[in-house]
């Protein structure tokens, strides 16, 4: 399990660099100097503020390891800034130069990954692109497409796993934003500490392996809310509820590859689905509350069931047999939360851990906006495919998305300190 080291952070309810006696004090001096002193009386609570040295701890000072038995990025929390990047390998003389080569490639990531991770600068020429911010909660997560094992000579240790995914009515699949041979995922709470480690894994790749397609991604920034809470997707849902918790008695056996599990060297890892989501938002946002609540099965304004009365939370449990007073079900028979859930899918079940993206307008001026959508999971064949297939076919949701990408990776365990990750399939 991924250990977050807060040692050196401040609480979570303190606002980055700001003390509240510092920003009363600066308040009250400004307003000592009248209506007058106006919009420079801001400035100068602002720049204030900014003298003091700021216990920037939680967001900046945050690391998340590296190393461990899984790879980090599956169960940290949701990161603020994010990028999705698929690369696909330069074929060598034969395979097994090309299998070098992506070792050789693995090894320097993972020495990227494992130094920008802890705050410091890659090794060789470094952008400086993050330089003044601390390690900022960045995770960097690896994993391999079915390309790389026919280009490396390794299609016998191939995870059946890996199987690609069934088409589905909703796919508008574009073959140049999937797949590749390998995968990418970085998250960080800053989006210069994000950015930095793109550029530097970008420039690591060199001859070896060339970008296929790379998406940017975001999600709310931590201490944006008066508390943290569950992360709202563009369509203004709360969005993670009903996700598997790592305190769940069953959350290791659905998310990780088990310890002799098959392959072997795909002990403690996962396979992530992902899929570039776009949401028909002008559609979307001319339903009414009401009509956006019943696709969802949850309220708007907390995430709260609608079988739960007007007393419900966002933490009460979804009652799909719950009836309304006029004796209809109060989750309908096409609400997305009972067509997604295990119990309407064999107990299938994922983390679903996406980012949302902005892209501008398309030609047709609709936004090209949604969600990146990424699913761990033990076996996608229990987990992503048999819900994607029923949702394919009665969820209310689907008429505002658009599937436009697609891809599956098996990610393997984490590396130890002085492995790479990977390091057991390429030199096993
Ligand atoms: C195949 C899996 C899923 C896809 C694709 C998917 C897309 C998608 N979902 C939302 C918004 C919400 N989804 C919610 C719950 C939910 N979604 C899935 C699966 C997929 N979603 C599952 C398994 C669940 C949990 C169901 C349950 O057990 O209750 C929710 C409700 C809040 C929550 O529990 O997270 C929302 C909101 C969007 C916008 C979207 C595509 C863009
Ligand atoms: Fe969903």
Redo the contacts with the bound molecule.
């Keep these: 399990m991924t250990t977050v080291d807060r040692s050196a952070a401040r609480t979570a309810a303190q606002p980055p660099g700001v003390s509240r006696r510092r920003l009363l004090a600066a308040a009250a001096a400004a307003g000592a100097g009248g209506l007058a002193a106006g919009a420079a009386g801001g400035a100068f609570v602002q720049e204030s503020v900014r003298d003091e040295p700021a216990a920037l701890a939680t967001v900046g000072a945050t690391r998340v390891p590296f190393h461990g038995v899984h790879q980090a990025g599956i169960t940290t929390p949701l990161q603020a800034a994010g990028h999705l990047a698929a690369f696909d390998l330069t074929p060598g003389a034969s395979p097994a130069a090309t299998r070098r080569e992506a070792a050789a490639l693995l090894r320097r990531w993972s020495d990227t990954a494992a130094r920008l991770t802890a705050g410091e600068p890659a090794a060789g020429h470094d952008t400086g692109i993050a330089r003044d911010a601390g390690p900022s909660s960045l995770t960097v997560t690896f994993g391999f497409g079915r390309g790389l094992f026919d280009r490396t000579g390794l299609a016998a240790r191939r995870p059946a796993a890996l199987a690609p995914l069934p088409p589905f009515s909703a796919d508008a699949l574009d073959a140049r934003r999937s797949d590749g041979d390998l995968w990418v995922q970085i998250g960080a709470d800053d989006a210069l500490v994000a950015y930095h480690a793109l550029r530097a894994l970008i420039r690591d790749a060199g001859q070896a392996a060339a970008v296929r397609w790379q998406v940017r991604g975001f999600n709310r920034t931590p201490g944006a809310t008066a508390r943290p809470r ?1 992360a709202r ?3 203004g ?7 598997p918790r790592p305190t769940d008695e069953d959350f290791a056996a659905r998310i990780f590859v088990p310890a002799g599990g098959d392959p072997d060297w795909m002990a403690g890892g996962s396979y992530a ?1 992902y ?1 570039r ?3 028909l938002l002008d559609r979307w946002e001319h339903l009414s509350p009401a009509r956006q609540e019943r696709v ?3 309220r708007r304004s907390d ?1 709260a ?1 609608l079988s739960g009365g007007p007393d419900a939370q966002e933490s009460t449990p ?1 009652d799909l047999d719950g009836r309304l007073a006029d004796g209809t079900l109060a989750i309908a028979g096409d609400a ?3 067509v ?4 309407s ?1 064999g107990g ?3 983390l ?1 851990r ?1 980012f949302s993206y902005d892209e501008g307008l398309r030609d047709d001026g609709a936004p090209d906006a ?2 990146l ?1 990424v ?1 761990w999971q033990a076996d996608p064949a229990r987990g ?2 048999p ?2 297939r ?2 394919d076919r009665g ?1 209310g ?1 689907s008429r ?2 658009s ?1 436009e990408a697609s891809a599956l990776w098996a990610v393997p365990g984490g590396a130890a300190a002085g492995e790479y990750v990977g390091q057991r399939l390429l030199e096993g």
């Design positions: 569950t997707n563009l369509m849902q709360v969005d993670g509820t009903n996700n689905v899929r989501i776009r949401m969802i099965g949850r995430g069931p979804v997305h939360v009972r997604a859930a295990p119990e899918n299938a079940a994922m679903r996406p949604g969600l959508f699913a992503f495919v819900v994607q029923k949702l969820d949701l505002f998305l599937h």
